[in-house]
């Protein structure tokens, strides 16, 4: 089984700012793909980024990129000029490969505040 | 095009009382997934489905059935439901292929008192 961790329960910055979220996983699996999922306070879950984990090439979508360390089992979340509508809780997600209908398995997550 | 849909959005039960959630998509996706999402916590996997007549349990599935006669619907039952089943929960859904994204209806909450 896999696990997921976020080690950040809650991080805040000023609107304009680059913030970082972490995302360590853990699994034997050598094919598979990580999420970025965020959830503002109207609770839908809205896909932020994905990575397949055979690229070696970071995903870059708009503001929002990730440093993926597949050696260190690593998945951080970078969001560069942070605006308010950014505030939200943040899941890392995790997908074992194979195109088995396997679920998602997600950290704790991470809240997100931007202050003006 | 609605996408996912769950009804309803908000219901108190009672302690040993049943309700089925209702989730529907219009998007022809075969693989339908239902999760809970508890307190300060992420969502975890409660059963999913990759066609119709097809289901199979996730990681928590005690407490809970479904049924996939179709491939539009996936319905979530609880039976004898107890204060441990309060949460938001969310179905999902996903076209079949290699680390396909899933698109997430907009949950109901569940209150067990």
């Known amino acids: 089984a896999q696990t997921v961790t976020q080690s950040q329960p809650e991080m805040s910055v000023q609107e304009a700012e680059t913030v970082t979220l972490s995302c360590t996983y853990d699994?034997?699996?050598?094919?598979?793909?990580l999420f970025w999922y965020k959830q503002p306070p109207s609770r839908q879950m809205i896909l932020v980024i994905r990575?397949?984990?055979?690229?070696?090439q970071n995903a870059t979508e708009n503001r929002f990129s990730v440093n993926f360390q597949k050696a260190a089992k690593s998945f951080s979340l970078k969001i560069s000029d942070s605006q308010l509508g950014d505030t939200a809780m943040y899941f890392c997600?995790?997908?074992?490969?194979?195109?088995?209908?396997?679920?998602?398995?997600f950290g704790k997550g991470t809240h997100l505040i931007i202050q003006p | 095009n609605a996408g996912v849909t769950q009804t309803p959005k908000f219901r108190i039960l009672k302690i040993g009382q049943s309700m089925t959630l209702q989730c529907t998509q219009d998007?022809?996706?075969?693989?339908m997934y239902w999760y809970r999402q508890d307190p300060g916590m992420g969502l975890k996997l409660i059963y999913y489905?990759?066609?119709?007549?097809?289901?199979d349990k996730g990681e928590v599935p005690n407490g809970y059935n479904v049924s996939r006669s179709t491939t539009e619907d996936f319905p979530l039952r609880l039976e004898l439901a107890a204060p441990s089943q309060t949460s938001v929960y969310f179905c999902a859904t996903e076209l079949a292929g290699e680390g396909e994204t899933q698109y997430f209806g907009p949950g109901t909450r569940l209150l067990v008192l």
């Open positions: 699994t034997s699996e050598s094919n598979y793909y």
């Open positions: 998007m022809n996706h075969n693989y």
């Open positions: 489905s990759v066609g119709a007549g097809i289901t």
């Open positions: 997600a995790f997908m074992k490969g194979g195109g088995g209908a396997d679920g998602l398995t």
């Open positions: 990575q397949e984990a055979y690229k070696q």
